[in-house]
């Protein structure tokens, strides 16, 4: 038998919130008035840069024409909704 309904909705309600946590995190990167000491930006960083950090030390940032690309927030997305996908499916 598998994981009680409620248990796995909230799962998936946790991991879509990390995924919007990750989005407004990308989003306060291009705007430069953000104070980066703010309690709520510290603490969306301290959410994400685990995770990010993990996927770094694999895929490093592309560098192009002096500009840096950094792909770690779109992998953890993708790797979140694959979570969810398989919880879906239990």
């Not at 946790?14 to 510290?42: G, Q, Y």
């Not at 895929?59 to 770690?72: E, H, K, Q, W, Y």
């Amino acid at each position: 038998m598998g994981f009680p309904f409620s248990i796995l909705v909230a799962i998936v309600y946790i991991l879509k919130a990390l995924i919007w946590i990750i989005i407004i995190d990308c989003v306060l990167t291009f705007i430069p008035s953000v104070n980066r000491r703010h309690p709520i930006v510290e603490a969306i960083r301290r959410i994400t840069e685990p995770m990010y950090r993990q996927v770094r030390r694999l895929v490093p940032a592309i560098r192009t024409s002096g500009m840096g690309l950094d792909l770690a927030p779109l992998i953890v997305i993708l790797g979140l909704n694959f979570l969810i996908w398989i919880v879906i499916r239990l």
